[in-house]
Every structure is written in C-alpha cells, then in structure tokens.
C-alpha cells in the first residue's frame, strides 16, 4: 500500500473482550467506559452483554466493540465463539480477591488457546478502591504482567480511576499494531498465522474486508 | 402477608373452573387477568402443572406433605452443620485433621460453593423481596441444596438464582402464617396447611427442582475440562437447532438475513432460554409468561418455539438490521404491547407446534404485524421435500431489491418491462435455467393442474379434511362446525378466494405496465400486499376448513374473474368460469416453484466455510432466481401462458386429489454445514483495514481523546458513585499504569506502541 494511501486507512471497529473470574468488575468497567455508569448491584452477566463507543485516535474515530462475558462460562467453549474476532482483550482481576488473581493464568491460557495469537491483552486489576482489603499487591500485577508480554493497569469502576486510559491505552496499541502491520505486509499473508485447527481459511482480499464491515458495528 | 379472607377467596377462585389440570390450563389461556395465576393462587397452579399434574386433586395434599418431609431431611444431611455451627464445634473432630471426609473440611467445601452462589443471590435483580436476608439465604440454601444434588449439572451455575428467585416469591406471596389462624372448618384447615408460611422453602425447593429437570440441561457443559478438544454444549447445541431447524422452517428468510449478518444464535438464546425468558420481560409479564408455559408443558420443549415466535414477531425490523443493531435488539427485546403481551409468545409457540412450517410462520407474521413474506411462497418447503436447510438460499425479496448486494433485481426493475423481457429470456432458455429455477415447468404443471381442477371443485369439496377450526386472524373467528361446508358456502368461498387473487393480479400487471417508475417504496408495497394475498388465498385453498372473515373480503360485486385488456388470451379462455386452483394445484405450483435444483445446489455451496468462495457462485444463482423471487408467481405465469403452444379451449375434468398432508413432524437435527462466523471474522488485524468512508459525527476535541459520545469527558465520580456502601471514599487519584503511561498523558498525544508498556503481541504457546 502506498503511504500517500495510509491516511485512507480506516480502522472499522475494534472487537475488545472483558475476561476474568465472576464478580471482579467487568461489567462495571464497561458501564463506565461506555456509559460513564456505575452499578454496585449490577446483575450477574448471563452468556454476553455488549456496548459500543467511538474513541479517536490520531485524528480518526475508531469504534470500538467491547463484548462482556460472564466469567463463570471460564474454560467453556462458549467463550471461544467470543473470542473470534477479537483484537484486545482485557483481562481483568480484583485485587482485593487473590483468588481472581490467581486464576489469570488460567485465563491467559484459554486466550492463547482461542483467540487470535495477535491479540493485544492488558492485565486489569479493578477495585482500587478497596484499599483495605487489598490482597494483590501492584508489584504482583506488574510482574506477571512483565513476565508474560502484557500490558498492565490498575483500575477503579466505582471511582472511574483509568478505567478510560486503560481502554483507551489498548485500543491505541491495537490501532499502531494494526497500522504498522498493514504497512509492512501490505495486509497480504495475514492468513498464515491462524491455526488450521481452528478451522481458519483466511483470503484477505479487498471484497473480504468490505464483507466484514457489514459484520462489525 | 394476605388477609386470611382474601387467600380464601383466591383458593376458591382457583378452582372455579374445575379442579382438574385440563380445567386449569384452559383457565390460564383464556381467563386474562382472571387466570386462577393471576386472581386465584399462582403457586397452587404451578405445583398443579408442575408437581402433582398426574395425581387427582385430592391427593395433592398428602403430595405436598411427603415432598416437605423429603426437603427436611435434607436440610438435616447438608446443612446442619451450616445452620448450626455449634454442633460442629461439639464434634470430638480436630479441625485441621488431613482426614477428606472430615466434617471440618466437608464444611470448608460446602462454604466455597456457598460463596460463589452467594457472590449472585447478592446480585438479584432490583425486586426489593429479593434482597431480604431471609430470602437471600432461602434462595442460598436451596441452590446449594439443589447442587448437591446434581452433581451432574457441574454445580452451581449462574442463572440458576434467577430462575428460582421468582419461584420462591410465588410461594411466599401466597403463603399464610399458621400461628395467626384458628379454624375448625377442615376445609379452611387444608389450605392452610398447604399454604404455611413454614414451608415456603421447601415447596420452592419441590418447583425448582422440577424446573431443573427440563432446564438443567441448559446448563449443562460436557468435557468442561478439556480445553483441546472442540466442546459439544448442550445450549449452544440447542441454539443452533432453533436457529437452523425450527426457524429455517417456519421462516426460512429470517434465518437466512441472521445467518448472512453472521449473527451466533447462542450469544442471545443463552440468555432466553437459561433464564426462560426472565431478563427480557417485565416481572409480573414473565410470570404470565411461566403461567402459561407451566400448564401446557412442563418439559420446556415449547422454548424453541418460544425464542421463533419472539423473532417472528420483530422480523421486519431484523431483516433491515445489521450485527450491531440486530444483536441490540435481541438483547434488548422490545417489550410487546398489550394485548399481544409476552404470555402470547406461548400461544404462538403452540400454535407453530402444530403448524411446523412457513404457512404457520406466515400466518402469525400476518397476525401481529399485518404484513406477509412477500417470497413465503416460494421458500415453503413442500411437504414431501425433506427439509435440508439450504443456507444460501437467494436473499429476499426485500432485501434484493433495497440493498445493493444483488446488483439485478435493480437493474430489471430499472428497466421498462424488464421483467418480462428477463422472463421471456428464461423461457427461451428452458433446459439451462428452467431446470435449476424449475419454473417453466412449474407453470405448466399449474395451468395443467387449473384444467384439470376448474371443473373438479365438487370432488374437492369432499376432501375437506376434519372440522380443525383455525383462524389467520387469532382468535376472532368462530370455531367451524365439525361437518364439511356446504356446497354454496365453498362456492362461495372460492368466488371470494378468486377475487382476492384477481385484485393481486391487477395490481402486479399495473406495477408491471408502469415500468416500475416512481417511488420504488410503493412497488415494494404493492407487490408485497399482492404477495401476502397470494399467500392468504394458499393458505385458504390448502385447508378447506380455514375461516374466511367477511371483512377481509372483498365486496361480492367484484368477485367473478373477468377478462381484463391486460390478461393475454390463454387466460381469457378461464374467464367466465369461476377459476379456482385448488389446494394441490397451488401445491403443486409452490413445490415446483421452491426450486429443489437450486436449492440442492445452494446447500452444496454452503458447506465451503469461506462465503467468498461461494459468491461468484451465488451470484449467478441470484441471477438464475431472480424473476420467481422477485416477482410473484404471476408474471410467470403470465409469460408462460403466452409462450404455451397449444392455449387450453376446453376444460376437461378431472377428479381432485386430495391436499397433501402439511408436514408437521419436527425434522431431525440437520447433519448439513453448520455456519460459523465467516473466517473473516476471525482473522487477524488486516481485516479492519478499511478505506475511509465515513465520517464521525463525534466531536473531535483532541487527537487521541476518548470523544465523550455525549458525556461529560470527565468521569471521576459520577452520580452513581453516590450509590457505593463501601467505607473507603477518599480518592487517590494516583493513576497506577505501570509503564511509561501515566493518568496525565491521557490528553497529550498519540502513544506510540513502545511507549505502552509491554504491548507486544503474544504467540501461542509462548
């Protein structure tokens, strides 16, 4: 592609997944980000909840599609239908619950397992604002996310503390992947990573990305 | 609590009908607001429906003893050390012995699992009983009972509080404090003892359970361990039967506009089936809702039709919709009004059961939203036809016309007299096209089958098969007598029937003459109304017993078909008899013109998983389609005639046979392809490339700014933080990004990847 062509390059919508165990905040946090609303007695999420939003990045809007699963369909195949598609996910624990946290490798697993192997994931510790109860200290956090090539954040639905810049943070990542990526492999060979496994037979062709528009948001 | 004189009252209302379960499932259909649900007491109909609907009323009290009996002692078994931890405390046990089977770590288990039900009933919704102590830990108890139990469900999973917490407030709101009643009258005595307060727990716990056997398998998750294999999900497995079987059957278009926008039917069926339906209606509307699926089938099997008749109800709004706004609506289902309130769904559900297939979709599409399928008569299966789900059946009539993706129709349309020229064309073109649009064919067969019929209407009136009364227009029509109509009420019939179809070939001819100029909105219409008069008139014709309402009708005066200038001579011949098709005829006519080529064909393309392979195929299959989709049966038919080499001068009779039997059986799961979103969906990052072609209406305050889709960009602390209850509420705005991000740079620029900590892609496996 040539780079007088690169500014018509448009990022349609951008499919991010909340992932984590039952009750750590992800619909909150997606409440937050979408609708700047916070529920402390939000419902249980039952199968998957959705919200758009339109964010901008380097002078284009990028809508972004953010999917909330319950987190007890974990290790379920439910949730891989969730994860196709998806360029992001974040995985979300609470720290006040080391339970939560624990279970993150549990959920990196599942990612690595089903979603795209160039999925963007950010590590989310929710809850800030349970002080006292902390139970996973930010250095924790901070090292497994070091440890494994994520991104890492701490969050606080109730008090609406980075929970923007945490979205915002990886869709911009997301967003510069994709451009530099187009760039470089003039989004030919995209195919070649999918695992076969999974049933993936991608032709990227001009007429393929115009279909999927009319699958996104 | 009611008053003792009010519950009395309500346990005779109850039973004013009867006190048989065939009188209380009547009772809850028709009765309205007089349901003995509504007026009478809901929990002795449900326990009715759902625990004692095959023993004689007269036994339900002893029913309801022994179930009570059951439910304490297993109160005693799991929860007494629970209820009372100090008998745990007495026990000569070390708390910390390695022993498995120690009371102490049985306890600690029990404690988990009661946590993460817990971590839910805190989370019902908004319904103030809810969230009581004593009913939050009623529901915890029963749920944790419930999981021991079943081992087999996997445990607790989520759902499972929502469908018990309305049980549970059915049964307290009927129930009646024993300790304030004193009464000798035995009668009195029983109901109250089948309505103690003391046993609001266990009788939820004897209706849930019984729920369960239905449900519990929604819940299900097999191989919940394996995370190599592909998982084979009971609810996933069941959304699929509902999307590809029951909907692909009784309205073959929808299925098809959700398979092409690549809509998963378990991402909104998960939630409706595994709470029956409890977050998309209003409280008191889902509880009629249960009512009514309770009485006539406690299996829950009716939930697949259900879920069909929910989206026949919004199909015309989902046929325009893409994946954002079609998944939108299904997850936010718009409450029905009144008087087609959620209950009716249920009717809907039963009356699909008996009409498995598109008539039935058709009839009920007709029913709520006034309009019909304009292509129902092409996608009908037959009923001899099997019915393989054929995925990429050409798109509707609608939808080809408005959207852009099937560049003929608007091209033949565009054109003055187009139709027919592209009509002739096929005509020429018999053994290519004919035989995958089975078109030509079909015309012949209808005309032969005319002749034949016109003069052997007698016979047919023989035929009528049954006395089943049914009405297109709910309701309203009286039920038929169980004897054959007579012969001047089929005459009748069939002048009117005759009339419709003449008044829709008008309008089709004059749409046709126009040229198709001016408001392309009005031809729709206009070809749809004739569509959906069309489809009343087969439907008419296929069951003889149907009932015409008079003021559907047209006036009398109109009702002979006469030679119009506009009808060729062919037809002409027909025109001072009264013409009829005849059931078969039409049957005949709609099989033959349902394409069995072209649909084999189309299923064989569906099994590639990429849709772009498949197109250029499509394509040309859309073209091949084209006129008997886009067009009713009419201007074939007409250009047939025309081209007919020997015009029939005299009608020769032969006798009727008689309708073939509408299909009702449910078929078996399809083994064809099963749609996945198109791999495209799945791919990597290069599928979002996309040339700019829309422009955001958002304003652009700041180059890497959230735009604030109107709210006020700042969200610390919004209103509903108001709300929290937890202690700490001082605020450190220490924003905690590990990495070079702080809160701060929120607003200063783009970040560049390297500038994030740690955005590297991962790689499997590493």
């Known amino acids: 592609m040539a780079n007088d062509e690169y500014d018509l390059i448009r990022l349609q919508c951008l499919l991010v997944v909340l992932i984590g165990d039952s009750g750590v905040g992800k619909s909150n946090l997606l409440s937050r980000f979408t609708r700047n609303e916070f529920n402390l007695d939000s419902k249980s999420t039952i199968g998957v909840e959705f919200a758009t939003r339109s964010i901008q990045i380097d002078n284009k809007t990028i809508k972004a599609q953010i999917w909330d699963t319950a987190g007890q369909e974990r290790y379920r195949a439910i949730t891989s239908a969730y994860y196709r598609g998806a360029v992001g996910a974040l995985l979300v624990y609470d720290i006040s619950k080391s339970l939560s946290f624990e279970n993150v490798t549990r959920w990196l697993k599942e990612l690595r397992d089903h979603a795209d192997s160039n999925i963007v994931i950010m590590l989310v510790g929710n809850k800030t604002d349970q002080r006292h109860l902390r139970a996973v200290p930010t250095e924790d956090g901070k090292n497994f996310a070091s440890e494994n090539g994520l991104s890492f954040i701490e969050t606080s639905a109730l008090e609406a503390t980075n929970v923007d810049l945490a979205f915002q943070n990886i869709l911009t990542s997301i967003y510069q992947i994709v451009s530099s990526k187009s760039l470089a492999e003039e989004g030919a060979d995209v195919g070649k990573k999918f695992d076969p496994r999974e049933g993936n037979n991608i032709s990227l062709s001009q007429e393929g990305a115009k279909q999927e528009k009319q699958g996104c948001c | ?766």
Not at chain 2, 29 to 36: H, I, Y
Not at chain 2, 163 to 169: D, K, S, T
Not at chain 2, 372 to 400: C, D, E, G, I, V
């Open chain 2, 1 to 766: 609590m009611r008053t003792l004189a009010e519950t009395k009252s309500r346990w005779e209302g109850t039973f004013k009908e009867g006190p048989s379960i065939a009188d209380l499932q009547r009772a809850v259909k028709f009765n309205g607001p007089d349901s003995p649900c509504a007026a009478g007491l809901r929990s002795i109909c449900w326990k009715a429906f759902l625990l004692w609907r095959y023993a004689p009323a007269e036994q339900w009290p002893e029913l309801a003893r022994q179930s009570r009996a059951a439910y304490s002692a297993l109160c005693d078994r799991h929860l007494r050390y629970i209820r009372h931890p100090e008998q745990l405390a007495a026990l000569a046990i070390d708390p910390l012995a390695d022993d498995p089977d120690s009371p102490w770590n049985a306890v600690r288990r029990d404690d988990t699992v009661r946590a993460e039900i817990l971590q839910d009933v805190c989370r019902l919704p908004d319904e103030l009983f809810y969230h009581e102590e004593r009913v939050q830990t009623m529901i915890l108890d029963i749920l944790f009972l419930y999981c021991a139990l079943n081992p087999g469900v996997g445990g607790y999973r989520q759902g499972m509080h929502e469908l018990l917490a309305p049980i549970v407030w059915v049964v307290a709101q009927d129930a009646v404090d024993r300790a304030t009643v004193t009464t000798d009258d035995p009668a009195e005595a029983l109901m109250v003892e089948m309505l103690d307060s003391a046993f609001v727990e266990h009788d939820a716990f004897a209706l849930f359970s019984k729920v369960m056997e239905s449900a519990g398998p929604f819940y299900e998750v097999d191989g919940s361990d394996g995370l190599d294999t592909p998982q084979r999900n009971t609810i996933v497995e069941r959304s699929k039967y509902i999307h590809e079987v029951a909907l692909t059957k009784i309205d073959e278009e929808l299925a098809n506009h959700l398979r092409n926008i690549e809509v998963l039917p378990q991402i909104f069926l998960i939630r409706w089936i595994r709470l029956l339906f409890g977050r998309e209606f209003g409280f008191e509307q889902l509880l009629s809702l249960w009512d009514t699926l309770f009485a006539y089938d406690p299996t829950l099997e009716l939930i697949d039709l259900i879920c069909v008749a929910m989206l026949l109800r919004i199909r015309w709004t989902l046929l325009e919709a893409d994946y954002s706004v079609a998944l939108q609506l299904m997850l936010k289902y718009p409450t029905p009004p009144p008087p087609h309130g959620p209950h009716t769904f249920v009717d809907d559900a039963l009356y699909l059961k008996g009409h498995f297939d598109a008539a039935g979709g058709v009839t009920l599409i007709f029913k709520y939203t006034g309009k019909s399928p304009a292509n129902s008569l092409f996608t009908t299966p037959a009923p001899s036809r099997t019915a393989t789900p054929s995925f990429q059946k050409p798109h509707s009539l609608r939808q080809r016309t408005l959207g852009a993706r099937s560049p003929l129709p608007a091209r033949i349309l565009q054109q003055p007299g187009g139709v027919e020229a592209f009509l002739q064309g096929a005509a020429k073109n018999v053994l290519e096209r004919g035989e995958k649009l089975g078109l030509n064919q079909a015309v012949r067969d209808a005309v032969g089958e005319i002749r034949r019929n016109v003069q052997g209407i007698q016979e047919n009136r023989k035929t009528t098969r049954g006395g089943r009364a049914l009405s297109l227009f709910g309701e309203a029509a009286p039920p038929l007598p169980d004897h054959p109509p007579t012969v001047s009420t089929m005459e009748k019939r069939n002048r009117q029937l005759a009339a419709m179809l003449d008044e829709s070939v008008t309008n089709l001819k004059l749409l046709a003459a126009s040229g198709f100029e001016g408001e392309k909105e009005q031809h729709l219409e206009t070809v749809e109304i004739a569509a959906a008069k069309i489809q009343f008139v087969r439907a008419c014709l296929e069951d003889p017993s149907l009932a015409l309402s008079e003021e559907e009708l047209p006036p009398l005066s109109t009702l002979t078909i006469s030679g119009s200038a506009e009808i060729s001579s062919p037809t002409v011949a027909l025109d001072t008899t009264p013409v009829v098709m005849t059931s078969s005829a039409v049957d005949e006519t709609r099989t033959a013109l349902s394409t069995p080529d072209s649909s084999k064909e189309n299923s064989t393309l569906a099994s590639p998983p990429a849709g772009s392979q498949a197109e250029p195929l499509i394509a040309e299959l859309d073209k091949m389609d084209t006129d008997h989709h886009d067009e009713d049966t009419l201007p074939p038919l007409q250009s047939e005639l025309a081209n007919s080499p020997s015009p029939p001068t005299v009608l020769t009779v032969i006798p009727d046979t008689p309708p073939p039997p509408a299909a009702v059986q449910r078929e078996p799961r399809p083994q064809g392809p099963i749609p996945t979103r198109s791999t495209l969906a799945q791919s990597s990052f290069a599928w979002m490339l996309e040339p700019d072609t829309t422009t955001s209406s958002l304003p652009q305050a700041h180059s890497s700014s959230i735009s604030s889709s109107g709210r006020p960009p700042s969200s610390g602390g919004g209103a509903s933080t108001a709300q929290r209850k937890r202690g700490n509420l001082s605020r450190e705005k220490n924003a905690f990004l590990f990495g070079e991000v702080t809160g701060d740079k929120a607003g200063e620029g783009v970040l560049s990847a390297d500038q994030i900590f740690g955005l590297q892609p991962i790689r499997k496996g590493g």
